[in-house]
């Protein structure tokens, strides 16, 4: 079975001070990993899309990374208009005939001034 | 307008109404998914249509009905809910595909919070 799983549950950080945001997945063969934002009372917001072991992909102060079995999602020096609920999701051979993406359940960061 | 647009955005009702939510996408794709997302748990697939086709139900109760009259538009009607279908119900749209879907990037709009009393 495809799953998606995100560490940690919830982060937080002062300004400035840079983390890493890790999600873990195992599908029957990936199509594409994704990484969105999502705010509050909003829905969530594409950020990246990665294909292949190896790939990086950066915006602003966010730069996501991918292998084999993990991505990361790196924020350096955040600031508090980074705070958000993160979500990584795939898209697996599996379900690759209906476009469906299968999500972990996100990572809430709190970036304090 | 641009994007995906969900309408209402709140919605209260009993258990006995029927109500319908509504999206619209000004994206050009062809392609339309229902998502539902509950506190402390990952969105939840619930329908996806390609082309006007409907290509996946994830073992949904029948109380939810979905509809696809073009591209651009995706309905879904509720009856007789339970309070633990409560929660943000998210649409979106990516491009379709004739074959297999290849890394290929959802689209949402910003949800419809419906509230079962």
């Known amino acids: 079975e495809d799953q998606v799983t995100q560490s940690p549950e919830a982060l937080r950080l002062q300004e400035g001070e840079s983390s890493s945001l890790n999600c873990s997945y195992t599908?029957?063969?990936?199509?594409?990993l994704f990484w969105y934002r999502q705010d509050p009372g909003k829905g969530p917001e594409f950020l990246f899309t990665?294909?292949?072991a190896g790939e990086e992909k950066e915006k602003e102060r966010l730069k996501a990374t991918l292998t084999k079995k993990e991505s990361f999602l790196h924020i350096t020096a955040p600031k508090p208009e980074d705070s958000a609920t993160y979500l990584c999701a795939v898209q697996a051979d599996g379900s690759s005939n209906t476009g469906k993406l299968i999500f972990g359940q996100g990572t809430t960061l709190q970036v304090k001034p | 307008e641009t994007g995906v647009t969900q309408t209402p955005r709140h919605l209260v009702m009993g258990m006995t109404n029927k109500k319908s939510l509504k999206c619209e996408q000004h994206l050009g794709h062809n392609a339309m998914y229902w998502y539902k997302q509950s506190a402390k748990k990952p969105l939840e697939l619930m329908f996806v249509y390609n082309f006007k086709e409907q290509t996946e139900n994830n073992s949904v109760p029948s109380r939810f009905s979905p509809e696809c009259p073009n591209s651009s538009h995706l309905f879904l009607h509720l009856h007789t809910l339970q309070p633990e279908d409560s929660a943000l119900y998210l649409c979106a749209s990516s491009q379709g595909s004739q074959g297999a879907f290849s890394g290929t990037p959802l689209h949402f709009g910003n949800g419809t919070r419906l509230t079962v009393t």
């Open positions: 599908v029957s063969g990936l199509r594409g």
């Open positions: 990665l294909y292949s």
